[in-house]
């Protein structure tokens, strides 16, 4: 049975699965994120719209994403365009957050590195991401 990874990119930049779950097929494993993203949306829609459940089969590149707007329940008594609307802004904002993650990573890459290289003291890691990343 395959091994199946997830990782959910929220507004605090990413948190992995590096675990895993062993499921039957692509089906199942999509049916799982499903429940996976209905449950971490619950009570707070609005606020989790925007956020993606990426989903790996055995470390590959990603299968298949669902963006949890795409699921929302609240957003069923919508006509389809209007869903179509949220959709995607919440795509849109999910842009939006990655950029802006990925600028406050240079940025703190930059500083640390301008602070080794004076010889002042650095931040190695934030949030178990090393702050210096390795350009190979």
């Not at 890459?109 to 991401?129: F, K, M, T, V, Y």
């Amino acid at each position: 049975m395959p091994t199946y990874t997830f990782k959910l990119r929220s507004d605090a930049g990413g948190v992995a699965d590096n675990i895993g779950t062993a499921l039957a097929d692509n089906a199942s494993a999509y049916r799982y994120a499903c429940s996976v993203a209905r449950e971490l949306m619950r009570c707070r829609e609005v606020e989790t719209r925007h956020w993606l459940l990426e989903v790996y089969q055995d470390g590959k590149e990603p299968l298949f994403d669902i963006l949890f707007a795409s699921i929302d329940p609240t957003l069923d008594h919508l006509r389809r365009e209007m869903r179509s609307l949220v959709e995607s802004v919440s795509e849109k904002r999910r842009a939006l957050k990655d950029v802006i993650h990925d600028i406050d990573l240079t940025l703190r890459e930059s500083q640390a590195l301008l602070a080794r290289a004076s010889g002042r003291p650095h931040l190695i890691c934030d949030n178990g991401e090393i702050t210096i990343r390795n350009f190979a």
